[in-house]
């Protein structure tokens, strides 16, 4: 029993992550018609923004201590972070180890920013080229992106704590009347799941109850028509594109105490949340949060000492074969809309 | 209207090509007329750097790279000598090779077998290369190592801890210095019992591939050897980033051990996610719950942060050993880098010198030769205390390090403490023990490639 509520806890953690890079690619789908894999790039840049963050926040200065030695015999370099210089150090510590959250503002702009200049600069000159054109592009694109990001911050994954009080674990078990200890979930993975669905909450919501969203849905499902009414929906659409960047960079800073961020990450997320999209229906934003976390909760339950022992190695296909099945029985996946992605 | 597919143009194309492709053989024999592959003419002597220059293992690459650079540096008689004046051997002059100055060609691994091969294969036709060495995988150095064998090159393995690298895969033109599988497990043993005592039930996380496997299988056996049961092993992909999903069942398991089999990117994320669970303060049979990673690496362990406090690990070298070889080595690293080498750095250093002694030795770049010259060698000062080159395996013997993560780090290099330093009588095997292939596990004869 507490190992299915872990593993549904997991599901849930895993399934966020999922569902906010789905909801990203299915945005962009919908909107700009333009399969994007340059989406998994976006969330790690998002997570680099938290560890550029913390850089600039840790910008040091050199003191040379007379008392203490380098590796090399040599009176030892000591870093002092500006921070201390600038409020002292209780405040500058402070400061240091709230470097995710705050990188959370710092992301939204240049995610922002980032996605704009994206569909501006290069994917707009791919909107009537074929798919296999746009994924080649924006693929061919991931792989820069990444590159780019080794160059400056080496292949090596970089540890982002999150702020010293939310590194324990809660206990579970205990509230819900179990043995202390057997369901215990980190904080950190607690508030990913809250900050996931809170994301999630104000993307509908934008969408539906928004005079912009309104005529941005109505766009999506006819955009002739829209365009004929004399609005300008490719300013609009290339908005969606900044913020369905936002979105991926968000998910990326707030993953990077989960794991430290590397520049190859995001390809670790692309294939899932590709799969994702399409089991959820391309162009479907409810299906690709529903299937985010459906998936995640699939893939969670298939690690399980358990299920391994009856079906070895099912931990790594487990969310392939379940999307061959939905494909097989439903096509359009889950919550797919007639007419797209069918001419 | 009837259209030829003879033109001009076409014709000579084939014939260039055709005449290219006949030349070949030639161009590649003519180079073995001492009746050796890439025999050096001139007054340089190419030697091949495989290591990943892209790839997750980059970092690791880029440090082996500047540790071959310093060996070049070191063997043409620039710099301070580095190990050359503390290492036993005094076959080398610092006037390069045999007479000959020392050049070298670099090419990337990309941590792929695939790729890797192509490199090595272009350094040894394309540039000449007459040694090659380098890598950060054991997949990568196994797939080297039989190419190498196939062309008639000497392969000096870089970081490489499989068992199979030297065991069933051995060749007898491939050398490997770093330790292995078997030694990490027969070294942590006895530092695991003291410490966490011998009733213990442990839990194995082990990456899914062939290094993997061999961690797992030398841990467990040495573990359970002093009494600790083992109560689950669970593969994990190499892929996995998110661990959470292989952690959370250890909770309700009662082993209270967790030995994590992941290097590199798998290792970072496995630790900090069962740190993140809670493992570490978690009690268990009313023992504290530990954490083990077989094998440490400084420049990974930098990526986990405060997690690897107070874990045991094994490593073959680490800056802080205070043995005069050490000391030349960092001395001379750290003031042409400004940082400490790794234990991926060293390795590959003393590997380079390693060679470079065995042709002076020798008399001749012959692979044969070189190999003879290799085997059986014994030698000191160049970190490890005194090591034994094996003929029967081409594995180095020598001390092996117990280390934990340091509690309290003095600078972003200083992440590992030294606990033990286990004698090599301690990890000496049998070359024939069934970890390392048994008894039909075999060098080969030879192969000097002409």
């Known amino acids: 029993m507490e190992a299915i509520i872990l593993q549904i806890l997991n599901g849930l953690d895993k399934g966020s992550a999922y569902a906010l890079i789905a909801l990203g690619l299915t945005l962009i789908f919908g909107t700009l018609g333009v399969v994007n894999f340059a989406h998994g790039a976006l969330f790690m840049i998002g997570a680099f923004c938290a560890v550029t963050l913390s850089r600039i926040l840790t910008l040091s200065h050199t003191v040379i201590d007379e008392s203490k030695t380098d590796f090399l015999g040599n009176p030892l370099k000591v870093d002092v972070p500006y921070v201390y210089d600038f409020f002292g150090q209780a405040t500058g510590d402070a400061i240091i180890d709230w470097a995710v959250p705050l990188s959370i503002l710092f992301a939204i702009p240049v995610m922002m920013l980032i996605g704009v200049v994206m569909e501006r600069g290069l994917i707009k000159h791919f909107y ?12 061919g694109l991931a792989i820069v992106l990444q590159e ?36 215990i979930y980190p904080y950190w993975r607690i508030i990913y799941f809250i900050f996931a669905a809170i994301i999630i909450g104000g993307v509908f919501a934008f969408l539906q109850f928004t005079t912009f969203g309104m005529v941005v849905r109505a766009g999506m499902a006819d955009r002739e028509t829209v365009k004929l009414l004399g609005i300008n929906i ?11 960047a936002a979105v991926a960079g968000l998910a990326g800073v707030m993953y990077t105490p989960i794991n430290s961020p590397n520049y190859h990450m995001g390809m670790d997320f692309l294939v899932l949340s590709f799969v994702v999209v399409v089991v959820g229906g391309m162009g479907s934003l409810p299906g690709a949060v529903l299937a985010g976390f459906l998936l995640g909760t699939l893939e969670s339950f298939a690690s399980m000492g358990a299920v391994l022992e009856v079906l070895p190695g099912i931990n790594q296909i487990v969310i392939y074969l379940v999307a061959i099945i939905i494909l097989l029985t439903r096509p359009r996946g889950l919550m797919g809309r007639k007419g797209v992605m069918e001419d | 209207m009837s259209k030829s597919n003879f033109t001009r143009r076409g014709l000579l194309k084939t014939g260039a090509a055709t005449g290219a492709g006949l030349a070949l053989p030639t161009y590649l024999s003519a180079a073995a007329h001492e009746g050796y592959l890439n025999a050096p003419t001139g007054s340089t002597v190419t030697l091949g750097f495989n290591v990943p220059q892209s790839g997750p293992y980059a970092d690791e690459g880029a440090d082996e790279l500047r540790a071959y650079e310093l060996a070049v540096e070191h063997l043409n008689g620039g710099g301070d000598g580095g190990m050359l004046n503390t290492f036993s051997s005094k076959a080398l002059q610092g006037n390069g090779i045999l007479g000959k100055k020392v050049e070298y060609v670099t090419g990337d691994t990309q941590t792929k077998s695939d790729a890797a091969r192509a490199s090595a294969k272009s350094m040894i036709e394309k540039d000449g290369a007459i040694m090659i060495t380098g890598g950060s995988s054991s997949g990568v150095a196994v797939a080297v190592q039989a190419l190498c064998q196939e062309a008639g090159i000497i392969f000096m393995a870089g970081l490489t801890h499989s068992n199979d690298t030297t065991g069933k895969d ?80 250890v909770l309700q398991s009662d082993a209270d051990v967790l030995v994590l089999n992941h290097y590199g990117g798998n290792m970072v994320n496995s630790l900090t996610n069962a740190v993140q669970f809670g493992l570490r303060e978690k009690m268990v049979n009313g023992k504290q719950f530990e954490i083990v990673v077989p094998l440490y690496s400084r420049l990974m362990a930098k990526g986990a942060g405060e997690n690897v406090k107070g874990i045991f690990g094994s490593t073959n070298w680490h800056w802080s050993l205070q043995d005069e070889g050490s000391q030349a080595f960092v001395k001379s690293f750290g003031t042409k880098y400004g940082f400490p080498p790794s234990q991926a750095a060293h ?29 059986g060698f014994e030698f000191d000062g160049m970190g490890n205390g005194p090591t034994l080159y094996r003929a029967e395996d081409h594995q180095c013997f020598k001390d092996v390090l117990v280390v934990k993560g340091k509690e309290n780090p003095t600078s972003e290099f200083d992440l590992l403490e030294i606990v033990e330093v286990t004698p090599v009588d301690q990890v000496m095997y049998a070359p024939d023990h069934p970890q390392m292939g048994g008894a039909e596990a075999s060098l080969g004869t030879c192969n000097n490639g002409a």
């Open chain 1, 128 to 139: 009537k080229r074929p798919h296999a054109d746009q994924i080649l592009v924006t693929f």
């Open chain 1, 148 to 183: 780019v990001i080794k160059y400056f911050y080496g292949a090596n994954p970089i540890p982002t704590p999150a702020p010293e009080a939310f590194t324990g674990s809660f206990d579970f078990g205990a509230m819900l009347g179990f043995d202390p200890n057997m369901i």
């Open chain 1, 234 to 244: 490719d300013r609009r659409f290339t908005l969606m594109f900044g913020l369905a």
């Open chain 2, 170 to 249: 051995r060749k007898a033109n491939g050398f490997r210095h770093f330790f292995n599988s078997y030694m990490s497990g027969a070294a942590l043993a006895p530092v695991l019992a003291s410490n966490y005592g011998t009733d213990r039930k442990a839990y194995h996380l082990t990456a899914d591939y062939n290094w993997g496997y061999t961690t797992e299988e030398a841990v467990r056996a040495s573990t359970e050897a002093m009494g600790w049961e083992t109560v689950a092993a669970v593969k994990t992909p190499l892929t996995q980033t998110d661990f959470s999903a292989y952690i959370t069942p």
């Open chain 2, 347 to 375: 390795t590959c250093y003393v590997q380079a010198l390693l060679y470079a002694d065995a042709v002076e030795r020798a008399g001749s770049f012959a692979p044969c030769a070189v190999a003879e010259a290799l085997e």
